[in-house]
Antibody
Framework: QVQLEESGGGLVKPGGSLRLSCLASGFTFSDYYMTWVRQAPGKGLEWISYISRRSTYANYADSVRGRFTISRDNAKNSLYLQMNSLGAEDTAVYYC????????????????WGQGTLVTVSS | DLTQPPSVSVSPGQTATITCSGDKLVYKNSCWYQQKPGHSPVLIIYQDTKRPSGIPERFSGSNSGNTATLTISGTQAVDEADYYCQAWDNIVVFGGGTKLTVL
């Protein structure tokens, strides 16, 4: 079955950096776009970034563009999120998730999610 | 942006309706997610009207013009959760979420 396991979360000081990882299993990783979504405590879902199957294209939410970088290693079935210049507003649970597309009918949704990893930005 | 009502209340066995409004939403393959406290979101509707395998038939979706709608028929206590709409527009956009209370 599809599994997505995030790691790398923790406590970081304002202005600091953190790198999140997501290990995928149970599916052909290189066949799928992958995405990061975050959820601040008590708040809604916020899409952060996605990356295409072979890393040729990535897109970012305005709130993180220029500070966060998404990447993937298909040989290791892994997705990453490098987060720099962190602020209190970045405190959230970060989810790794799979985006599904069909060549004929288009977007099929974010069909599998990891359990999330908590990032806390505080001095 | 996608706009959802912050909260909806429904009695057990009744029909719950949650709306999601956005510009030209009908062209953007809307999806819906259910999230229970302490859990990750679960995809319950994709491409406006389709249910992934394992999602009960009481969940249905529609999309017309600028509004997508999630309908839960015969709502059960287990359906109490937060619901998020989502659309694809070269980026992923989520609605603010709706807390469904089953009274």
């Amino acid at each position: 079955q599809v599994q997505l396991e995030e790691s790398g979360g923790g406590l970081v000081k304002p202005g600091g950096s953190l790198r999140l990882s997501c290990l995928a299993s149970g599916f052909t990783f290189s066949d799928y776009y992958m995405t990061w979504v975050r959820q601040a405590p008590g708040k809604g879902l916020e899409w952060i970034s996605y990356i295409s199957r072979r890393s040729t294209y990535a897109n970012y939410a305005d709130s993180v563009r220029g500070r966060f970088t998404i990447s993937r290693d298909n040989a290791k079935n892994s997705l990453y999120l490098q987060m720099n210049s962190l602020g209190a507003e970045d405190t959230a649970v970060y989810y790794c998730a799979r985006e599904a597309f069909n060549d004929m009918s288009g977007y099929l949704g974010t069909d599998h999610w990891g359990q999330g990893t908590l990032v806390t930005v505080s001095s | 942006d996608l706009t959802q009502p912050p909260s909806v209340s429904v009695s057990p066995g009744q029909t719950a309706t949650i709306t999601c409004s956005g510009d030209k939403l009908v062209y953007k393959n809307s999806c819906w997610y259910q999230q229970k406290p302490g859990h990750s979101p679960v995809l319950i509707i994709y491409q406006d009207t389709k249910r992934p395998s394992g999602i009960p038939e009481r969940f249905s979706g529609s999309n017309s013009g600028n509004t997508a709608t999630l309908t839960i028929s015969g709502t059960q206590a287990v359906d109490e959760a937060d619901y998020y709409c989502q659309a694809w527009d070269n980026i992923v956009v989520f609605g603010g979420g709706t807390k469904l209370t089953v009274l």
